[in-house]
């Protein structure tokens, strides 16, 4: 098992910003029709929290928390349930304590210095962000070179189009991003349309 923990063998990890909670377990098994079977819970909105907590319900469903910038929201989200927790920067504070829990950590990175420290860490995955903003695929395999030991999940402008092109390559365990299940569509009930988003993602990377 990798640190990211719960993530591993989840090639598309949705990133999501839910105003009702009421909408988490529905929206869990919207992404489940569509073959995804886990999600980030951005803590962008008052009630993230409970949404975890209620995603955390559904069976065989993977929830994280996302957005995580200091201890007091790691601990409220492990609490809640939360198997993982993502950052869009790296704390050592929040990887220790997060491991300590025994729960998956995806810290984001941007550079080869973070990336040392990510490895000194002990971590063997680490988030890209923002990853379109920072050359996409060409900078994570520039990375790579250098810390092959490393994986790389990108996050930030990821698309139905690149997240394949991201996946098929080795240092690429997993992309995230929102593109199949937009704030609006959440907030909409538009599940069918989360379903069929989720479903051509899964198709277009060529995994179950
Ligand atoms: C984020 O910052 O919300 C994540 O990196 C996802 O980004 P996206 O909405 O561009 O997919």
Not at 12 to 27: G, T
Not at 73 to 91: E, N
Not at 95 to 122: C, K, N, S
Request: aromatic share 4%.
């Amino acid at each position: 098992m990798t640190t990211a923990g719960a993530l591993d063998g989840h090639r598309i990890v949705p990133v999501v910003v839910i105003d009702d909670p009421a909408r988490a377990a529905d929206l869990a098994h919207a992404l489940a029709a569509g073959g995804i079977h886990c999600a980030e819970i951005t803590l962008r909105t008052s009630n993230a929290v409970e949404a975890i907590r209620a995603m955390a319900e559904v069976p065989g469903f993977v929830v994280g928390a996302g957005t995580v910038v200091n201890l007091e929201q790691a601990s409220a989200v492990l609490d809640a349930g939360a198997q993982f927790i993502v950052s869009p920067g790296f704390s050592a504070a929040i990887v220790d304590a997060t491991r300590t829990r025994g729960a998956g950590v995806l810290p984001g990175i941007a550079t080869g210095t973070e990336a040392m420290t990510a490895l000194q860490a002990g971590l063997d995955v680490v988030k890209f962000f923002p990853a379109d903003r920072l050359g996409g695929l060409a900078t994570i395999r520039a990375l790579a070179a250098p810390f092959p030991q490393l994986g790389f999940v990108p996050s930030g402008g990821v698309t139905a189009l690149s997240a394949p092109e991201y996946l098929a390559d080795p240092a690429v365990p997993a992309v995230s991003g929102s593109w199949m299940v937009g704030r609006d569509l959440i907030t909409a009930g538009d599940f069918e349309t989360i379903t069929r988003l989720s479903r051509d993602a899964v198709a277009a990377i060529g995994a179950p």
